[in-house]
C-alpha cells in the first residue's frame, strides 16, 4: 500500500486490512510504503500493528512518486499473490478475494475497473476529472494498451512471480506507472483481466487534475519508447 501524506486515515485503513486479512485462512503479509507528506505516518501504524510481524513499513524519505512507492513494496514482497490498494480504500479491501479468484482460475493479472458491467462509483467526483479520466483512457487504448476499460483503478492484483518479474524492469515513478506495468504485461502475452468494482471517491485525493495528466500524456510517451527499445523484454 503506497501512502502519500495519510496521516491522520492511515491507521483506520491499516486496521481494516489487518482485520480483513485476520478473517482469512491464508498467511499474508501487509507493505505500507511511505511516500513523504507530513509527519506521524509510521506512529499511527506502529500503534495499530502493535509489533505484528506481518507488517512492515518502508519509507522513501521523500515524496518519490507512486510508481516507484509500488515498485519497492511489489519487489519487496514474497507472496504467492500480491495486491497493491490505495491507501484511502476509496476500492474496500474486502473485494480482494475476487481479485484472488482471478487469479486461482488462470489469470496472470486482475485489475479493478469502473468501466464495466457490475462497477459503480460513489462520493464526490467532479465532471472535469471524469471527462478528463475518458479523455485519457482513449488515449491509452489507442497508443500504449489494447481494450481494456479502466487502467488507473489503485487496485491490482498479480501472481507473485509476474508482479515481481514486471516491477523488476517498470521505470516510471509517477502516476503513469499503470499504464506502463499493463503495457509490460499485454506486450509479453499475460492474460489480464478488468473486475468490476465500488468506488467511492474521496475529497483529499492526491491527484492535481491538470498537472498529473500532462505528466501522464509524457509518461505514455516514455513507456512506448522503452518498449521498443527492448527495455521491458523480461517474461
Known amino acids: 500500500m503506497p501512502a502519500f501524506n ?33 509527519p506521524g505516518s509510521e506512529e499511527e501504524i ?6 505484528r510481524r506481518d507488517v512492515r513499513v518502508l519509507d522513501n524519505g521523500s515524496n518519490r512518486g507512486k510508481g516507484y512507492s509500488v515498485r519497492r513494496g511489489v519487489l519487496a514482497s514474497h ?7 490505495d491507501a484511502d480504500l476509496s476500492l474496500p479491501i474486502e473485494d480482494a478475494d475476487r481479485f484472488l479468484r482471478q487469479l486461482e482460475s488462470g489469470a496472470d493479472v486482475a485489475i479493478g475497473s469502473r468501466a464495466v458491467a457490475g ?5 464526490e467526483q467532479q465532471r472535469l476529472r ?65 473486475v468490476p468494482v465500488a468506488c467511492q471517491y474521496h475529497p483529499s485525493s492526491s491527484v492535481r487534475q491538470f498537472r498529473h495528466a500532462l505528466l501522464m500524456l509524457a509518461d505514455l510517451t516514455r513507456i512506448v519508447w522503452h518498449d521498443l527499445r527492448g527495455h521491458y523484454d523480461v517474461l
Not at 462497477?119 to 462520493?123: L, M, N
Not at 488507473?152 to 517498470?170: S, W
Open 79 to 85: 507472496g504467492r499473490f500480491v495486491l497493491f490498494a
Open 130 to 194: 471524469q471527462s478528463m479520466s475518458r479523455i485519457f483512457n482513449a488515449v491509452v487504448r489507442s497508443v500504449a494498451v489494447r481494450g481494456l476499460r479502466d487502467t488507473q483503478c489503485g487496485f491490482k492484483a498479480f501472481k507473485g512471480e509476474v508482479a515481481r518479474a514486471i516491477f523488476g524492469v517498470q521505470r516510471i515513478d509517477g502516476f503513469g506507472f499503470d499504464v506502463e506495468i499493463l503495457r509490460i504485461a499485454q506486450s509479453r502475452g499475460l492474460r489480464i483481466v478488468e
Open 46 to 51: 506502529a500503534r495499530v500493528a502493535q509489533g
Open 119 to 123: 462497477a459503480s462509483e460513489r462520493g
Open 6 to 38: 495519510e496521516a491522520g486515515r492511515i491507521g483506520a485503513s491499516v486496521a481494516r486490512i489487518l482485520a480483513y486479512l485476520d478473517s482469512r485462512t491464508y498467511r499474508s503479509e501487509l507493505i505500507v510504503v511511505l511516500d513523504g507528506g507530513g
